[in-house]
C-alpha cells in the first residue's frame, strides 16, 4: 500500500522557536495532503488542507500565520509552528491521497509528538 | 460547518462480546471512511462505504451506511483482544475534506 513517511517523530524545543514537520509520500504523488491536530484521547481534528501549487485552506480558528502550510511539491508537505508556545504541544499528523475524486481513502504519516517547554 | 458525531466514547467488553460504534452526521455525506488507531500508533484505513444502504463485511467487521448517507455504523463480531485500539469515521461533504468522528476506544478483556 501506499506509504506516507513525517519526520520527526518526537520534537522538544523552548518557548518561541519554530518547529518544521515534513510528510512525504513515498510512493504516490500526492495532490493534496491534509494536516490533523490530536488531543491526547481525542479525535484527529481538521487543521488545514493542502493542495500542490496553491495555498493551503485552514480551517476555522485555526491561525494560518503561526501554523504555516507549504505544499510545494506531489510529494512533499511542510507544516512549521512558528513561535511555539506550551499550547501548541500536541500531536500532529498528516495524510495524502492522490486524486481530487470522492472516494480516496487517506494514507497517514506516522505522526509528531510536539513538546513545548 | 460539518460535525460527525461518534458514540459510545468508550466500550469495554469481554473477549467474545459483539461490539459496535456509530457515526452521526449533520448534513448528507459523499461518502464515509472508517479507521483503527493502535495505542501509539496512527490510523489506519479499514474501509469505505458510498452507497446509500450500503453494507461491507471484513471477517468479523461489518460495516453498514444509512440510507440517507447521514449516518453509519462498525460492527464486530466476538470481539479478540488484538481488536483493542481507537475506531474513527470519517465523514466526506465535498471533495477534499473528510472529517472525523470522536473515536471510540475499545478495550477487550480476555
Known amino acids: 500500500g501506499a506509504v506516507v513517511s513525517q519526520h520527526p517523530s518526537r520534537v522538544i524545543c523552548k518557548s518561541g522557536t519554530s518547529v518544521k514537520i515534513e510528510c512525504r509520500s513515498l510512493?504516490?504523488?500526492?495532490?493534496?495532503m491534509f494536516w490533523y491536530r490530536q488531543f491526547p484521547k481525542q479525535s484527529l481534528m481538521l487543521m488545514a488542507t493542502?493542495?500542490?501549487?496553491?495555498?493551503?485552506?485552514?480551517e476555522q480558528g485555526v491561525e494560518k500565520d503561526k501554523f504555516l502550510i507549504n505544499h510545494a511539491s506531489l510529494t512533499l508537505s511542510t507544516l512549521t509552528v512558528t513561535s511555539a508556545h506550551p499550547e501548541d504541544s500536541s500531536f500532529y499528523i498528516c495524510?495524502?491521497?492522490?486524486?481530487?475524486?470522492?472516494?480516496?481513502?487517506?494514507?497517514f504519516g506516522s505522526g509528531t509528538q510536539l513538546s513545548v517547554l | 460547518g460539518q460535525q460527525v458525531m461518534q458514540i459510545p466514547q468508550y466500550q469495554h467488553v469481554q473477549e467474545g462480546e459483539d461490539f459496535t460504534t456509530y457515526c452521526n452526521s449533520s448534513?448528507?455525506?459523499?461518502?464515509i471512511q472508517w479507521y483503527k488507531q493502535r495505542p501509539g500508533g496512527h490510523p489506519v484505513f479499514l474501509i469505505q462505504?458510498?452507497?446509500?444502504?450500503e453494507v461491507k463485511k471484513q471477517k468479523r467487521l461489518t460495516f453498514q451506511f444509512g440510507e440517507a448517507k447521514k449516518n453509519s455504523s462498525l460492527h464486530i463480531t466476538a470481539t479478540q483482544t488484538t481488536d483493542v485500539g481507537t475506531y474513527f469515521c470519517?465523514?466526506?461533504?465535498?471533495?477534499?475534506?473528510?472529517?472525523f468522528g470522536s473515536g471510540t476506544k475499545l478495550n477487550v478483556k480476555p
Open positions: 495524510s495524502a491521497t492522490w486524486t481530487r475524486s470522492t472516494n480516496e481513502k487517506l494514507f
Open positions: 462505504l458510498v452507497k446509500s444502504g
Open positions: 470519517a465523514g466526506r461533504e465535498n471533495f477534499n475534506k473528510f472529517y
Open positions: 510512493d504516490f504523488q500526492a495532490t493534496t
Open positions: 493542502s493542495n500542490e501549487g496553491s495555498k493551503a485552506t485552514y
Open positions: 448534513t448528507t455525506l459523499s461518502n
